[in-house]
């Protein structure tokens, strides 16, 4: 029988709801992906890139969300739950507010931005009609994110579990009924996962803010409507620079998903289904960097810098476990995951379900570090030190992601020496280098200590 430490059991206590309902979110996704996969390759394309430009949103979310965790833990640990419930009610109003540009952007720009990504003619026409279906609930979407975010911060992570699983299968449930049209509701092929993924989004949204109203949970949510640019600046102070950094990682990602469509529809679909299987594989290390920010966040508002540095290293210790593990899965099972997101009928199966596998061989090599990166990362978000991570992302994507998929991809000539390119293989394997670079580099940001002293 495996003993945990203090450490270590606050640590999965907080861990653990995180990574079910991640889990739970991930199994959504993964049946949302076979369901539109029966439909085929174009629909399997259209709604993976509509999907990787919802992403592209997710800076401004992540903003409002980083800050809300960091200051509510500090001040759940430093035992001031009036500030910290005020922390919350500014959150909500800054995330609608900043869900309606998001909304008006999908809408009218999203056929534009994939047309710009490089998506054939009828990928842009479906794909776009699931962008608008989407992009109509991101207010909703991100006062929901960020109501999360608080509750993790206080340490609350089984509430969000709870509401994540209604919202998931509520999602399940109107992707069979909308998608394939059953039960006399009409049938809308793609955009009706979309459709499915509002509703739950609505729901999971509405009960979360009676349960905060209701004095349930440990913050409480009673609106005084009444804006507080105090608190409001804290929150932005903190959040901005994750929101500069998912941008640039937005951007950076945009500009790899570029390369990885132009090698052709069926490396896309490809791509997407093994993007969708790796997501279950690192919930682990999702709930570890939940858990680790909002520790790290509470041991410095109570004034005990080395309490969290040790709570980091006991998260780094799990999560290698956890996700080495889930490589071993990958790389011994490739064929067998990817089976269930492709139709046999398409005429395309044999080639989707070999690039697929090799997808996942490859990112499965680098799913330690990729542990260590959420941890680290979550470590530095929590104590509030934001620039850092905004710094290494600025660095690291282009240096060994871009620039090596790009050459390695479609070959080069320098002079004498000429190189063919490796094709899609050489993005994945990219995607992997830059893994194990980018952890390094936060493990290095770590030890030097500055994280320890930011104030918020």
């Given at each position: 029988?495996?003993?945990?430490?203090?450490?270590?059991?606050?640590?999965?206590?907080?861990?653990?709801?995180?990574?079910?309902?991640?889990?739970?979110?991930?199994?959504?996704?993964?049946?949302?992906?076979?369901?539109?996969?029966?439909?085929?390759?174009?629909?399997?394309?259209?709604?993976?890139?509509?999907?990787?430009?919802?992403?592209?949103?997710?800076?401004?979310?992540?903003?409002?969300?980083?800050?809300?965790?960091?200051?509510?833990?500090?001040?759940?640990?430093?035992?001031?739950?009036?500030?910290?419930?005020?922390?919350?009610?500014?959150?909500?109003?800054?995330?609608?507010?900043?869900?309606?540009?998001?909304?008006?952007?999908?809408?009218?720009?999203?056929?534009?931005?994939?047309?710009?990504?490089?998506?054939?003619?009828?990928?842009?026409?479906?794909?776009?009609?699931?962008?608008?279906?989407?992009?109509?609930?991101?207010?909703?979407?991100?006062?929901?994110?960020?109501?999360?975010?608080?509750?993790?911060?206080?340490?609350?992570?089984?509430?969000?579990?709870?509401?994540?699983?209604?919202?998931?299968?509520?999602?399940?449930?109107?992707?069979?009924?909308?998608?394939?049209?059953?039960?006399?509701?009409?049938?809308?092929?793609?955009?009706?996962?979309?459709?499915?993924?509002?509703?739950?989004?609505?729901?999971?949204?509405?009960?979360?803010?009676?349960?905060?109203w209701s004095g349930r949970l440990v913050l409480r949510f009673r609106p005084r409507w009444r804006f507080d640019p105090a608190i409001a600046g804290r929150i932005l102070r903190i959040g901005i620079p994750t929101m500069i950094e998912r941008g640039i990682f937005s951007l950076y990602n945009f500009l790899y998903m570029s390369i990885v469509t132009r090698f052709g529809t069926i490396a896309l679909a490809a791509h997407q289904v093994g993007l969708r299987v790796e997501s279950i594989a690192y919930?682990?290390?999702?709930?570890?960097?939940?858990?680790?920010?909002?520790?790290?966040?509470?041991?410095?508002?109570?004034?005990?810098?080395?309490?969290?540095?040790?709570?980091?290293?006991?998260?780094?210790?799990?999560?290698?476990?956890?996700?080495?593990?889930?490589?071993?899965?990958?790389?011994?099972?490739?064929?067998?995951?990817?089976?269930?997101?492709?139709?046999?009928?398409?005429?395309?199966?044999?080639?989707?379900?070999?690039?697929?596998?090799?997808?996942?061989?490859?990112?499965?090599?680098?799913?330690?570090?990729?542990?260590?990166?959420?941890?680290?990362?979550?470590?530095?978000?929590?104590?509030?030190?934001?620039?850092?991570?905004?710094?290494?992302?600025?660095?690291?994507?282009?240096?060994?992601?871009?620039?090596?998929?790009?050459?390695?991809?479609?070959?080069?000539?320098?002079?004498?020496?000429?190189?063919?390119?490796?094709?899609?293989?050489?993005?994945?394997?990219?995607?992997?280098?830059?893994?194990?670079?980018?952890?390094?580099?936060?493990?290095?940001?770590?030890?030097?200590?500055?994280?320890?002293?930011?104030?918020?």
């Amino acid at each position: 029988m495996i003993r945990l430490n203090e450490d270590q059991r606050r640590l999965w206590k907080l861990a653990w709801p995180a990574i079910m309902g991640n889990i739970s979110q991930t199994l959504l996704n993964l049946v949302d992906m076979m369901m539109v996969g029966q439909l085929g390759a174009l629909a399997l394309a259209a709604v993976g890139l509509g999907g990787q430009v919802s992403w592209f949103m997710m800076p401004i979310m992540a903003a409002v969300a980083t800050g809300t965790l960091a200051l509510v833990s500090r001040f759940v640990g430093a035992k001031d739950l009036e500030k910290a419930t005020l922390t919350l009610e500014q959150s909500i109003y800054l995330a609608f507010l900043l869900g309606i540009p998001v909304m008006l952007f999908g809408w009218f720009l999203g056929d534009d931005i994939l047309k710009i990504m490089g998506a054939k003619p009828d990928v842009v026409e479906l794909g776009y009609d699931y962008i608008k279906v989407l992009f109509a609930f991101y207010p909703v979407r991100f006062v929901g994110f960020t109501a999360f975010s608080a509750l993790r911060g206080a340490g609350d992570t089984r509430t969000p579990m709870k509401l994540g699983i209604l919202m998931n299968v509520l999602n399940a449930v109107f992707d069979y009924l909308l998608i394939f049209g059953r039960f006399g509701f009409p049938a809308l092929g793609p955009v009706g996962a979309a459709w499915a993924s509002g509703i739950g989004i609505t729901v999971s949204m509405i009960t979360g803010l009676y349960l905060l109203w209701s004095g349930r949970l440990v913050l409480r949510f009673r609106p005084r409507w009444r804006f507080d640019p105090a608190i409001a600046g804290r929150i932005l102070r903190i959040g901005i620079p994750t929101m500069i950094e998912r941008g640039i990682f937005s951007l950076y990602n945009f500009l790899y998903m570029s390369i990885v469509t132009r090698f052709g529809t069926i490396a896309l679909a490809a791509h997407q289904v093994g993007l969708r299987v790796e997501s279950i594989a690192y919930m682990p290390a999702f709930g570890f960097n939940v858990a680790t920010a909002a520790l790290v966040g509470q041991s410095l508002g109570e004034g005990k810098p080395e309490k969290a540095e040790k709570i980091v290293y006991e998260a780094l210790k799990m999560v290698s476990v956890f996700m080495g593990l889930m490589a071993i899965v990958l790389i011994a099972f490739p064929r067998y995951l990817v089976m269930p997101f492709i139709s046999p009928s398409d005429p395309h199966y044999g080639e989707v379900m070999r690039l697929a596998s090799i997808y996942l061989i490859i990112v499965g090599i680098s799913e330690v570090p990729l542990g260590w990166l959420f941890v680290l990362g979550g470590a530095l978000r929590g104590a509030g030190d934001t620039k850092t991570p905004m710094y290494i992302t600025a660095v690291s994507k282009p240096l060994f992601r871009l620039l090596p998929a790009y050459l390695l991809g479609f070959g080069f000539t320098v002079g004498p020496i000429h190189f063919e390119g490796l094709g899609v293989i050489a993005a994945w394997m990219a995607m992997s280098l830059e893994t194990f670079a980018t952890a390094g580099l936060f493990w290095w940001a770590f030890k030097r200590g500055k994280w320890k002293h930011v104030k918020v």
